[in-house]
């Protein structure tokens, strides 16, 4: 089963050719055009992965960012931005982001395999919370 991807963006333009590029490999995908929109999505639905743009108007992709470390630490957070500057980049390094990926994205093999590597770490957190579940109904009544 592949990841449930969130791409966050203002542009409509960008959030459509991310969707149509990310379903045709197979990926779940939802689409916001706001941070509040995303958050709305985060709350109704199982989301590993989330590519957010960084400058949007109200909410920054850096707020948004902080709202997932905060509160849905699991999925994981890809930053893309058309403000390509070191503080930006610092900045979402601080706050949690997987990696920073600077637009035009026109080949999108970085972010290709960016979601694959944070999609196989989440995998792989998965597996172990599952094995820890197992072993706790196991062998949880022999103390």
Known sequence: MKACILIVDDEAEIRDMLSRHFKFQGYDVETAGTVDDALVILNRKMVQVVISDIMMPGKTGIELL??????????????????????????????????????????????????????????????????????????????
């Open 66 to 143: 902080k709202a997932i470390h905060d509160s849905f630490p699991m999925i994981r957070v890809i930053m893309i931005t058309g403000y390509v500057t070191l503080e930006n980049a610092l900045t979402c390094m601080r706050k949690g982001a997987d990696t920073c990926i600077f637009k035009p994205l026109g080949d999108l093999e970085e972010l290709d395999e960016a979601v694959v590597r944070v999609y196989q770490w989440h995998m792989r957190w998965q597996d172990k919370l599952h094995s820890l579940q197992k072993m706790k109904t196991g062998g949880g009544d022999k103390a």
